[in-house]
């Protein structure tokens, strides 16, 4: 059964730091992970998707890598900004089904 | 524009009484998801359903029902066998490989 963590739990940086958030995957036969970010009280919004055949993806200040063969994935983000506190939430989705398996989340506070 | 409706924002419910939250889709996706959030965990799978008339029960099935009539919606009633149902409810849709794309959720709060 795959299993997903996510540490730190709660992070709190000052504005302009740039920080790393974990992921890791007990199964590493996925087909894709997807990184969402969630505001309180609101639903989830995705920031990067990456395919189990591709290494990274980047979206402006945010970069995404994947090491599928150590169930690994990591969310890099760059001079961060007050506006950038939620909690982010790292998933997989297995090679056979749809199903996504999530992580508990990383609540994220960038203090100004 | 296209994306997922989930109505309604806040629901009540009293004992004993099933209660049926609303999750509508325009994105023409083929597989639909609902998943319960409480607080400090992660998202649980109640239910997906793949194609129109079929679903399968995720991790936490019971007490839940589902229905999938028509491609474009989904809905979760949340039966009185549902002893603890206060939760944050969202719900997804997805096609292919690309990812999921997430409602804004309903509140459900035992009165």
Redesign the interface.
Known sequence: KQEVTQIPAALSVPEGENLVLNCSFTDSAIYNLQWFRQDPGKGLTSLLLIQSSQREQTSGRLNASLDKSSGRSTLYIAASQPGDSATYLCAVRGEYGNKLVFGAGTILRVKS | DGGIT?SPKYLFRKEGQNVTLSCEQNLNHD?M?W?RQDP??????IY?S?IVNDFQK?DIAEGYSVSREKKESFPLTVTSAQKNPTA?Y?C?S?IN?????????T?LTVV
Do not use: D
């Open positions: 989930q597989a998801y998943y400090g965990q992660g998202l649980r799978l997906y793949q995720g944050f969202l997804a997805s490989s690309r990812g999921y794309t997430f409602g804004s959720g509140r």
